[in-house]
Structures are given as structure tokens and as C-alpha cells.
């Protein structure tokens, strides 16, 4: 990417002694509080993982995909910390405002949640063998800020970031180990400088997600508007050692661009396709001078009413993005150009309240997994070709966890992400 940092940019950093940092050896907990929901011999292809975000005790409940795709509730693990909701009006799904509140890392088989109502992160093995079982690496470390909401692991799954989105907002990052857990790195705790509360007041003005770039010399965090002020990205050099530049470069969207919510890497183009809960979705074209957002573009999507959630399939090369007002799936595709176009799309039942989303390959197939926070499902859909997804499966979750003990409040769930055996 080519950025160019502006002089008088300095944003004050958060201090490192805020960490409480994780312990020295890791053992796994195993007097943890874990929910059993059905039992499994290891025969599945992978797992998916979503988050209870619950204000008293979060879990991350994991699911087994089997191999044509479809899930079944497995277990609920607590992670060490509290869930949370951000302040609004009315109380309603999205509690966080974010995509990435749970993330996994393919390369080192671990995975990460947030605990926003303890300004923690905690960290869990992956069984490579029965991906649904987790187990605790370590304790839940301070996040560095308040309000954490979103994670990013790098490519080789040994450093996660995470974007708070509270009073003290910004990114902070860790060295992440399957023996140590969480460790603090240094010179990785950057302010965003938002005049927010904790909890956030939104989802206007709040902060959404973070990722690295695909090249992973970048890490870039996406901030909302406050209509008719647009919101941006704000994007951190990444040193070979990990550590972050000190300010962050702005990138504003394109004309008319508004509401920067989730991210996704487009291949190969040094751009990244943002959905955009008040207008459809965004592509921030790098490739250009970043100040004056150079090829970047906005798309409207007719009739949306909060896109805010993105994954791509490699498989049908194209982008997928969830509504929660309208509970639809719109199929995206990205030209060449970076000019995008509505493909298709696939309506989920009115009222649902579509939310987070994961695509993962399942024997050399995508499927698309959607939280429907409302209904309390994970929607399946099978990707068979762009412009044919089809929807396979509805799991209903909300009776088999009650059964294990364990309540899942459509105002609270959050996040998916996704571990596929090798």
C-alpha cells in the first residue's frame, strides 16, 4: 500500500503498563465451565465458533461442520470474562458493533475472543483432530483499551490485534503462543482518538473491525460516521518485529461513502471491499493516493437497511454481505477494475436479523454461515456457482443450548469464524 504518513498526526498512546499481562506459563484450565450440548466421535471436517457475549458469563459455543456443509451444536466454553452491549436507543442485535469478535488462526490452530465487558482478550487451543473441542491457553489478558470488539490474527497466526472501541479507544497487539498464551507487544498500542463512552454510544461513530493486508504490512481499523460526516479507516505501518507505526494514516471513503463497517481483502488488488450500513458498501482502492480516495468507490444497494457484515468465497470469487434489517444476503462481485455489482440476492425471513458471517471451504466447496441473531440460527447457505447459493440448513439453537444450561440471547450473540481440518 502506498501511504504516506501526514506531519502533526500524533495521536497519544495508551501506556503499556495498562496490560495486565498473561501468565507465565500457559496451562490449560481444565476446571473451566464447559456446556455440553451433543457429542461427537471427530469425525467432522471443521468447526464453526460464535460468541454468548453474555453481560455475566461470555462462552464461545462451537458447532461441528460436517461434510456436506451443515453444523450441529457441540459445546459452549466460558471464556474467563464478560460480554457487553454498546448504548443505543433501543435495545436490539449487534451488541458490539463489530465484525471479528471471535477469530481463528488456520496456521497455529488457535483461537481468540473478546470480552468487551471486561476489557479482556482471552485465547484457546483448537484440537486439530475434533476442531470443537477449545481449550483455555493462559488467562484473559487486558486488551489495552476498553470495550474490545474486534481481532485480527496475522497470516502465520502468531500475533492478533485487537481494535477497542470504548473511552479509550485504538489497537493493541500480542504475541499469540500455544505454551504462553497472550503476550503484550511493544510499541502496538495506538490511540484512534474518538470522544466515545464505554460502553460505545452507536453504532454511529463507533469503531467496526480490524485486519491485517493481505501483504500484512498493514493493519487497518474501520470508524463509522456520524452522518453527513463520513467515517474512515485508519490504517498503522507493521514493522517485521510486529510492532506498529506511531500515527495512523486516514482514509476516507468515496463520495457519499458513510458508515465503513466490516472489511474484507480483495485478492490479488490492494484494496479491500467495506460494507456500509448506510449506503451498501465501499471499495478503498490502495493502489491510489489514500487522501483523496483516488479509484475509490461507494455502491448502493437498493432498499438495504444495515449491510455491515462481509465474507468472500474463493470459489465463486465474489463477496457476501449480511443485513440485519432486511435479513438478506447480497451476492457482490468486484471487477477487474475494482468496480462492484450486485450479483444476487437471497432473502433469510423477514426479521431474522442477519449479522456476523463466515465462508469456509468444506471439500473443495464454500458454504456461507450467517448468525441470525433474531431467530436464533445459523443459516447455511451451499455457494454452487455466482449467483447460486442456496440456502441448506437452519440450525435452530436457542432449545438445545437452554437444555444444556446455557441461555443465548438474540440481543448479545455475536461474531462466527471457522476451523477447517487440514
Known sequence: MKFQLSSGSVLASIVLASFVTASPLAVRNSKSNTKQMSTSLGSS???????????????????????????????????????????????????????????????????????????????FSINPNDPAQIHHIGRPVNSGGEFPMSLAFNAQGTQVCAL???????????SADSRKGLTPLANTVRSIGLNQTTPPSGPAGTTS?????????????????????????AV????????????????????????????????????????????????????????SAGNSSVVPITGQGATCWSSF???????????????????????????????????????????????????????MYALAANATTIDVLSLNAPGEAAGIQKLQMASLARNSGLALDPNQVQGMTAFIKA
Open 209 to 233: 473491525h480490524v485486519i491485517f493486508s493481505e501483504d500484512g504490512k498493514h493493519l487497518i481499523a474501520s470508524v463509522k460516521g456520524v452522518p453527513p460526516t463520513p467515517g474512515f479507516l
Open 313 to 367: 468465497s474463493k470459489q465463486t470469487g465474489n463477496f457476501y454481505l449480511t443485513d440485519v434489517l432486511t435479513s438478506e444476503v447480497t451476492e457482490v462481485n468486484v471487477a477487474d477494475n475494482l468496480k462492484g455489482s450486485i450479483v444476487k440476492q437471497y432473502p433469510q425471513g423477514s426479521g431474522s436479523g442477519t449479522i456476523d458471517n463466515e465462508i469456509a471451504s468444506v471439500n473443495g466447496k464454500d458454504f
Open 45 to 123: 471436517a471443521g468447526a464453526l465458533y460464535f460468541m454468548t457475549n453474555d453481560p455475566n458469563h461470555n462462552f464461545v459455543v462451537s458447532a461441528d461442520i460436517h461434510s456436506n456443509g451443515q453444523v450441529a451444536l457441540r459445546q459452549a466454553v466460558e471464556t474467563g470474562g464478560k460480554g457487553s452491549h454498546g448504548a443505543v436507543a433501543a435495545n436490539g442485535p449487534d451488541a458490539l458493533f463489530s465484525q471479528g469478535s471471535v477469530k481463528t488462526a488456520q496456521a497455529t490452530k488457535l483461537l481468540s475472543a473478546v470480552n468487551a465487558g471486561s476489557n479482556t482478550v482471552s485465547l
Open 164 to 174: 477497542n472501541g470504548g473511552k479509550v479507544n485504538g489497537v493493541a497487539c500480542f
Open 236 to 291: 498503522w505501518d507493521v514493522a517485521a518485529d510486529g510492532s506498529l507505526s506511531e500515527d495512523f494514516q486516514k482514509v476516507v471513503p468515496g463520495k457519499g461513502g458513510l458508515l465503513p463497517f466490516s472489511m474484507t481483502v480483495i485478492p490479488g488488488k490492494n484494496a479491500v471491499l467495506a460494507t456500509d450500513a448506510g449506503v451498501g458498501f465501499d471499495i478503498f482502492d490502495f493502489n491510489s493516493q489514500p487522501k
